[in-house]
């Protein structure tokens, strides 16, 4: 089993910038790719970002490309996710996934893991 926990959503205002973090344990976590995807109310969960816990293999969805960074540190058994220049459409919540490398694809249903997600607000 693997365990996710984000942190670091809340409420900023448009433009702004926030940094949200995954904390991941359990077995064998560093054999997992990862992922962030948000949800906002009404649509479907999309994938935001992804990386290896090797820092290769990054991939951006093309609405956050040049915005926002997804990083990890390995020591800490963390993935970050830097988030500027926000819009209030991107007013969602934001989770954490781990699964097979595909998911550098972008494809939610090969989740092997998810976090309970932490709510991001971007205001006008």
């Known amino acids: 089993q693997v365990q996710l926990v984000e942190s670091g959503g809340g409420l900023v205002q448009a433009g702004g910038s926030l940094r949200l973090s995954c904390a991941a344990s359990g077995r064998s976590f560093s054999m997992y790719y990862m992922g962030w995807f948000r949800q906002a109310p009404g649509k479907e969960r999309e994938f935001v970002a992804g990386i290896r816990w090797s820092g290769g293999s990054i991939s951006y969805a093309d609405s956050v490309k040049g915005r926002f960074t997804i990083s990890r540190d390995n020591a800490k058994n963390t993935v970050y996710l830097q988030m500027n220049s926000l819009k209030p459409e991107e007013t969602a919540v934001y989770y954490c996934?781990?699964?097979?490398?595909?998911?550098?694809?972008?494809?939610?249903?090969?989740?092997?893991?998810w976090g309970q997600g932490t709510q991001v607000t971007v205001v006008v």
């Open positions: 996934a781990a699964g097979p490398d595909v998911l550098r694809l972008g494809v939610r249903e090969v989740v092997s893991y």
